[in-house]
């Protein structure tokens, strides 16, 4: 997709059209390094997340 194409898409921020690309290419490293299949999404923040983590563990 062009950026103008990224730019509408629902839900995406016009601001971050031009490097999300290069941000989901990251993700997917990551995960194909650290051999994980799924990722878990928040809108809260990392602070909750490491919360929950600690919280199940």
């Not at 290419?25 to 194909?32: G, K, N, S, Y």
């Not at 051999?35 to 919360?51: C, H």
Request: contains cysteine; charged residues 25%.
């Amino acid at each position: 997709m062009t950026i103008d194409e990224r730019i509408g898409l629902a839900g995406m921020e016009p601001k971050r059209a031009d490097v999300i690309v290069a941000g989901a290419v990251c993700v997917a490293e990551a995960m194909r390094i650290l051999n994980q299949d799924s990722l878990t999404v928040s809108i809260r923040g990392l602070r909750y997340g490491v919360a929950q983590w600690v919280a199940l563990r």
